[in-house]
Every structure is written in structure tokens, then in C-alpha cells.
């Protein structure tokens, strides 16, 4: 990881507000050492799969450690399980607070791996898909941020070295597909994701948006999210090898709604840390 040298001295005891921390020496020993982040939406999923990890030491409680603000984190051993919220503004946020953490802890080595939901474009749901480059939806490969008024757009490649590590590691009998593609991180859920069902009145038709699907299958681009294009640039630039892990909950060239029970949704859940676990005991 590198970091912005306009910080890289600062005073200790400084206080980060999104994640409610002061890094005193206490708080900042809380983040010493660690090799992996985890991210997932909702503080439940974050704490979930901390749990399960934990049930594989002799850890027996959690704590979160942002408590007090909008973050959840949990430790088990050198990973950290961190919700990111929803959207891309959400997840730089975190993504600026947590490595400023993380460096002035000395964790300098570390990977982040976000582990979420998407709606995958003509593949069965349930898959899991590896994102190898994040795109606007614009179907530019990239991450355009707007600083001072002036327009950038930053790489959104993915770590290739970890996403082959992780596709390694999964079992060829798993019950469900794994693939490596790319991903939309679209700007809502809605529109943003070509729906017709938001509360808004679409300005695209029925062909519009069959054009628009077949580009994207032309990009290789197998599912929408919210997330991975912030995520991939950030890591990009602050030298942190980064992917995504996304179950898919539908296939949205066959629709817009997600017809999946609680149960089916949970089992799709289970499958993304499922992915995740067994790349971790594969480097253990
Ligand atoms: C996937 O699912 C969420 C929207 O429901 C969003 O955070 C994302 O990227
Ligand atoms: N998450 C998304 O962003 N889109 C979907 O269709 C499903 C989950």
C-alpha cells in the first residue's frame, strides 16, 4: 500500500470520523498484522461471516470495532470483515478511512476482496462471478472522478494474480459456477441497472435496452453491482491488490425482479463467503 504523503506524517491520536476511531497506540494494535479485507454491504453479512470464521478458532466473541458510526468491522485473526454500505460514494468513503487506519497501524500488505450480490447478464443465477475489470456504465473500463471540476478517469483493472488464486482454489465439484468476467457498477439499482421497474418512468425501450445488453455481452461484462468500479480505482491507486467475489441473484436478460425465496437468497449469500473461505484455507 502506498499512501498519500500529505498524511504519512501526521500526528498520532488522530481522529478518523467516518469509523469513529482515535488512533491511539490501543486502537491502532487493533489493526496491526492484518493481511485481508473482506467487505460486504450490510453490517449483518460483515458480521455473519466473521462468525464463521471465528467458529474456526478459538476466538469465541466478536466485536465491532467502529462502533458509533455507519461502518461495522470485526477482526478474526489477520482478517478484517468490514460492511462498505451501498454504492460507490459509500465504499470510498470506507476505503480512504479504513487504509488510513490500516497504514498507520503498519499493515502495509494487505488485499481487499469485496464478497457481495449482483445481477448477473445471461448467466444462471447463483453463479459467482470474479470481476476481472470494472466499466461505467457508459461501457468505459474505468472510474471517472471529479476533482476541482476537472474530470479523470482511473484504471479499474482487478488484481490478476488474486482472482487467478481464488478461481485455483475452488474445489471442481462445487454446486454452483464460478467465472471470471467483468462487472457494471451501475449508479442505483434501478435505472442505473437498465430496470423498468423503478419509480421512475424509463426513457429507454424494450429494444434500447436488448442493444444495450448485447454490448454488453460484447465487453464481456456478466453482472451489475454498485461498487466495483470505486473500489478497483482506489486500490489501483494506492498500490493494494483488490478484486470483487458477486453471487448473482437473477438473470436480468430474463427479468427484472428477484423472484429468489429468503432461503434461495441466503444459500446465494453463503455461496460468495464460500468462494472466499476456500481461497483462504488454500494460502493457509
Ligand atoms: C449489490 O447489491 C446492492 C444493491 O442491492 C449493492 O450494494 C450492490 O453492489
Ligand atoms: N445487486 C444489484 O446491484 N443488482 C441486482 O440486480 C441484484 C443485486
Given at each position: 500500500m502506498i499512501i498519500n504523503s500529505f498524511i504519512e506524517n501526521q500526528e498520532p491520536n488522530l481522529y478518523i470520523y467516518n469509523l469513529n476511531l482515535t488512533l491511539t497506540k490501543d486502537v491502532l494494535s487493533q489493526f496491526s498484522g492484518i493481511k485481508h479485507v473482506f467487505l460486504q454491504g450490510s453490517s449483518d453479512r460483515a458480521r455473519k461471516f466473521a462468525c464463521r470464521l471465528a467458529n474456526t478458532t478459538d476466538i469465541n466473541q466478536i466485536k465491532n470495532l467502529f462502533s458509533g458510526s455507519s461502518y461495522f468491522g470485526y477482526r478474526v485473526d489477520d482478517i478484517l470483515l468490514v460492511s462498505h454500505g451501498m454504492g460507490t460514494t459509500s465504499i470510498m468513503t470506507l476505503l480512504h478511512s479504513l487504509s488510513k487506519v490500516l497504514y498507520y497501524a503498519g499493515s502495509h500488505d494487505?488485499?481487499?476482496i469485496r464478497i457481495g450480490t449482483s445481477g448477473g447478464i445471461g448467466i444462471e443465477p447463483g453463479s459467482v462471478v470474479i470481476t476481472e475489470t470494472?466499466?461505467?456504465?457508459n461501457l468505459v473500463p474505468g472510474y471517472q472522478i471529479s476533482g476541482l471540476g476537472r474530470d479523470v478517469i482511473y484504471p479499474t483493472g482487478m488484481s490478476y494474480d488474486l482472482n487467478q488464486a481464488i478461481f485455483n482454489a475452488q474445489p471442481k465439484n462445487l454446486p454452483f459456477k464460478v467465472v471470471i468476467g467483468n462487472s457494471i457498477?451501475?449508479?442505483d439499482f434501478y435505472l442505473g441497472q437498465a430496470r423498468f421497474d423503478g419509480a421512475i418512468q424509463t426513457e429507454y425501450s424494450e429494444d434500447d435496452r436488448k442493444i444495450y445488453f448485447s454490448k454488453l455481452k460484447a465487453h464481456n461484462i456478466v453482472n451489475f453491482e454498485m461498487e466495483s468500479t470505486a473500489l478497483a480505482s482506489f486500490c489501483n491507486r494506492a498500490e493494494i491488490e483488490a478484486t470483487m467475489i458477486a453471487v448473482t441473484l437473477?438473470?436480468?436478460?430474463?427479468?427484472d425482479q428477484i423472484h429468489a425465496t429468503s432461503d434461495e437468497l441466503a444459500a446465494y449469500a453463503d455461496r460468495v463467503m464460500d468462494v472466499a473461505i476456500?481461497?483462504?484455507k488454500s494460502i493457509c
Open positions: 494487505v488485499k481487499y470494472a466499466y461505467m456504465p457498477a451501475a449508479d437473477l438473470d436480468r436478460t430474463q427479468g476456500n481461497y483462504i
